[in-house]
């Protein structure tokens, strides 16, 4: 039997789609056919092919091929064909330079016609050809357009200054285009033309003006007096973008004397009024920053501005409330008193979005005072039983927060109690960690709290923070708990299923507090609880553990003062965010910063950037050339053209001896330590510390007995160790980073001798390779330093350790981001990486 045809089995091309490079080559075929073409109906034709061409190149099929044709087919005067035609040209001219001067016979050309339309589009996709060695054809077409009688082509002359400025700085400054552009600014009729004329100024200028005196002065001309007053008085003829643009230089003015500010304003009272919200911003903006001076007047502006922002968040869409609400959150936190009046504007609607009805809690919490903290209370506690569990739980923290800043707290603290008796794991989870944070800082209410504390069982608490903070209560109010040794007993059987090593040190502490309220009861659950800890492979805990066995062992009555001292009330809570950051935020109102709640900077600068822009930064990091025998042998750098990745030596060299010795090992429990205390044999230097009473050996064989410790204590787990010689080339690194979540993160302060030894990045490239940390890729210039570095388990060849180290040695402040195979050894690593760090800089 004969095969079937291969054309019958294959599906039919997709309509959108090309069969293969038979159509291309027909598509090819007919623009030629048309290109000379003269005959009706030519240009419907030329359409029906030009559309398919630009349906296949959105795409992404490649049809460049057809550049030559696309190019012929464009003399006519249809501006549907010219469009389609210059947005083809745009597309393919930036990477194939060689196709791009096919067109410039034509571009140049359609500069000349008659219909404006078309020397308009015909400039903007010269223009937009991006080609570097096509500069010299640029200059003339934008210098006719720039005096072109029709204001559309001026329009887009203004903005093609711009773009050949970025082509070729030095083409666009030697041609006078600046200048040219300030006089169309300030004597050009089309406030479009002025807009752009502006627009592409204040980019020349800011670029020029770190090289150049004379354009600095020119960029503070853009601030002159005339120059603002002149586009001030003009703004009501512009349309929403450029009168933001006209509202941002203003805001930067500097006016010489108060009446100025006054005029300003008066200028602009009616833009609060506007319907668009980005002026209404704006121009808020230009209030703020005009009268931070003037205490009166700028408290009357936040007076004045309330009723535009309020009606901006209940008329727009939830992006835009949203928006708004950003600002306005700002404005509470800087002057909270004002706004609290209008507390019932920030309650939520059940219709609005998630992120809106956050915002609005924290608005809510930043108000409140003792004139209306029943009425906003009231309200968040009705949310406590919202569908959406983020709002419930965030409403819940509002209460708290409230609670923590008011001083007549009756009210607040009986609600809080009552979110215990609604029999919701995450209502009780939350409740009990604000229930913790109130004891500490009212522990005046601490009998009507652990009353009902105490009714709630542990296994309906599985939340960390909640079981932590469930577990301090027990142990610090372990004498007002009658259950409180039984309950931590329990917990300690369980042990080896509770997976936070948070709940475990609290466990640990609450514990030792006990056993000195309630020893009889207590004494075997500590023992339980510090043989646990010994054998956990936590470090944290297994050192806590061990702490609390030695402080015993030394001496009971000093192990109770350290473990309860006198409790003093907190008063004020840490603020999560600096006034510094928040200042900043500030001066740059009506921008993205007051969205995500931080200064441009840190979303900007690469120094800031996530870790899901990894692959564009390695290609932007390098390591500069250092002498061979200054470097350490286990990695050789190598800068290739792609990516200057640092690629990974195969060769073997000697061992560096001090690798090994100055890792860092952790403390471990030494079982001949019990032995001897066991036996009643004294070592041979006991240490002792003036004023406090001597190590006694009997004392600590009492404390084994009592607590039934012995010989049978767990060794402490095996530290830590890495590879000295670790691999791993580039590839797998930004692969493996892409695909590991962030196991730890981590933020310390670099020591002295560090930062000053932190002249350049290979001087702790080499530091870092003496502690088997090795780098796969580093840059930045002081005071920021950017590096990647990986660490290979000695025993576990698979396992790596990916870290993202960022460096200020102007603040010494040292952000890490630990991204491991094995996740629960992440903090052994961070220790080891710590430590390492530390000592960079020691002789």
Request: with cysteine.
């Amino acid at each position: 039997m004969a095969p079937p045809n291969l054309s019958q089995r294959a599906p039919s091309p997709s309509p959108s789609q090309p069969s293969g490079k038979s159509e291309i080559s027909d598509l090819k075929m007919q623009l030629r056919q048309l290109a000379g073409s003269r005959a009706l109906g030519t240009d419907d034709s030329k359409r029906d092919l030009f559309k398919k061409v630009i349906s296949y190149m959105t795409i992404g099929i490649d049809v460049s091929s057809l550049f030559s044709e696309m190019v012929m087919c464009s003399a006519t005067s249809d501006i549907v064909l010219k469009k389609m035609c210059y947005l083809y040209v745009g597309n393919y001219a930036k990477g194939n330079p060689d196709l791009a001067l096919l067109t410039i016979n034509f571009l140049q050309k359609d500069c000349r016609d008659e219909d404006p339309m078309i020397r308009g589009l015909a400039l903007r996709s010269l223009c937009s050809l991006r080609v570097a060695n096509l500069v010299e054809y640029l200059v003339g077409p934008l210098g006719l357009g720039l005096k072109d009688g029709n204001a559309y082509v001026r329009t887009v002359a203004a903005m093609g200054v711009l773009k050949l400025y970025h082509i070729s700085a030095s083409a666009c400054i030697d041609a006078e285009f600046p200048s040219m552009l300030k006089r169309l600014m300030l004597n050009d009729p089309d406030p479009q033309v002025v807009a752009n004329c502006l627009s592409s100024l204040q980019d020349i200028w800011s670029l020029e003006a770190s090289t150049s005196e004379e354009a600095a002065r020119e960029r503070e001309a853009l601030l002159s007096k005339p120059i603002v007053y002149h586009i001030l008085n003009r703004i009501k003829d512009f349309n929403e973008w450029a009168q933001c643009l006209i509202l941002d230089l203003a805001s930067n003015y500097i006016p010489s004397e108060s009446d100025e500010i006054f005029d300003i304003m008066n200028l602009l009272e009616d833009r609060l009024q506007h319907a668009n919200g980005a002026v209404v911003l704006a121009t808020i903006k230009v209030f703020l920053h005009l009268t931070l001076s003037m205490t009166d007047v700028h408290q009357q502006v936040y007076e004045r501005i309330k009723a535009p922002l309020l009606t901006l968040v209940s008329a727009g869409s939830p992006e835009q409330s949203y928006a708004v609400l950003s600002h306005l959150h700002l404005l509470v936190m800087r002057a909270p008193m004002l706004f609290s009046s209008d507390y019932k504007h920030f309650y939520c609607q059940y219709s609005e979005p998630s992120y809106v009805k956050k915002l609005k809690l924290e608005m809510l919490t930043a108000i409140a005072n003792e004139s209306n903290t029943y009425e906003i209370v009231t309200e968040l506690c009705e949310y406590a039983a919202n569908v959406d569990v983020s709002i419930a739980r965030e409403s819940i923290r509002a209460v708290g927060k409230i609670a923590l800043q008011q001083y007549d707290v009756n009210a607040i603290v009986d609600r809080l109690l009552q979110f215990l008796e609604m029999e919701k794991d995450y209502v009780t989870a939350e409740t009990l960690v604000l229930v913790k944070d109130l004891l500490r800082k009212y522990p005046q209410w601490s009998h009507d709290c652990i009353a009902v504390v105490g009714n709630i069982s542990s296994k309906n608490v599985q939340e960390p923070k909640a079981k932590s903070a469930l577990i301090w209560m027990l142990g610090e109010y372990s004498q007002d708990m009658a259950d409180a040794p039984y309950i931590l007993e329990n917990l300690i059987e369980n042990w080896d299923d509770e997976h936070s090593s948070e709940v475990r040190l609290h466990l640990l502490t609450a514990v030792m507090k006990c056993f000195f309220k309630r020893p009889p009861e207590t004494h075997k659950a500590l023992g339980a609880a510090l043989a646990a800890g010994l054998a956990d492979s936590h470090q944290d805990v297994h050192d806590r553990a061990l702490f609390y066995y030695r402080l015993l062992q030394y001496d009971t009555s000093t192990a109770d003062r350290v473990v309860n001292p006198p409790k003093q009330a907190v008063s004020v809570f840490a603020d999560t965010q600096s006034s510094e950051i928040k200042d900043r935020i500030f001066d740059e109102f009506n921008s993205l910063s007051v969205i995500y709640q931080k200064p441009s900077y840190m979303f900007i600068d690469k120094e800031h950037r996530g870790p899901g822009d990894l692959s564009e930064e390695l290609g932007n990091l390098s390591v500069g050339s250092e002498p061979v025998d200054n470097t350490l042998p286990t990695q050789r750098y190598e800068a290739n053209d792609n990516d200057l990745l640092l690629s990974t030596s195969e060769k073997e060299e000697s061992r560096v001896q001090a690798s090994d010795s100055s890792a860092y090992s952790a403390p471990e429990y030494d079982s001949s330590s019990l032995s001897l205390v066991s036996t009643g044999i004294q070592s041979e230097a006991p240490l002792s510390v003036p004023g406090l009473p001597a190590y006694n050996p009997q004392a600590s064989t009492d404390i084994d007995d009592l607590l039934g410790l012995g010989l049978s204590i767990t060794p402490a787990p095996p530290p830590l160790k890495l590879h000295p010689k670790a691999v791993l080339d580039p590839g797998t690194f930004q692969r493996k980073w892409g695909q590991l979540g962030i196991s730890l993160s981590q933020e310390f302060s670099m020591e002295p001798r560090g930062v000053a030894a932190l002249t350049t990045p290979q001087a702790l490239l080499r530091h870092m390779q003496g502690q088997s940390v090795q780098c796969i890729a580093s840059g930045g210039q002081p005071p920021n330093f950017k590096f990647f570095f990986f660490a290979q388990k000695a025993d576990e060849p698979s396992s790596f350790f990916l870290v993202e180290c960022l460096i200020n040695s102007s603040s010494a402040k040292v952000q890490v981001k630990i991204k491991a195979d094995d996740g629960g050894a992440s903090d052994a690593f961070w220790t080891l990486f710590k430590s390492a760090l530390s000592k960079f800089g020691l002789p």
